[in-house]
């Protein structure tokens, strides 16, 4: 329905979690809505591969 009223021709999401996986982040919370229409999710940056550039603290959301 998305594609259909925006216009866009995309029809299914890049790999994210492939992406964060690699980059050291570890998916810590999912929540699901509207019988998995809208997912929200909460990936934390793992204390082993943290640098000083990206502080352990730092938290990343990504919605969809």
Not at 20 to 36: F, H, I, M
Not at 48 to 60: I, M
């Amino acid at each position: 329905a998305f594609g259909v009223l925006t216009g866009l021709r995309v029809r299914q999401l890049p790999d994210y979690a492939a992406a964060l996986s690699s980059a050291g982040l570890l998916l810590s919370e999912k929540r699901r809505w509207l019988g998995g229409l809208l997912v929200s999710e909460l990936w934390k940056v793992q204390v082993s591969t943290a640098r000083d550039t990206f502080p352990t603290q730092r938290k990343l959301s990504v919605n969809y």
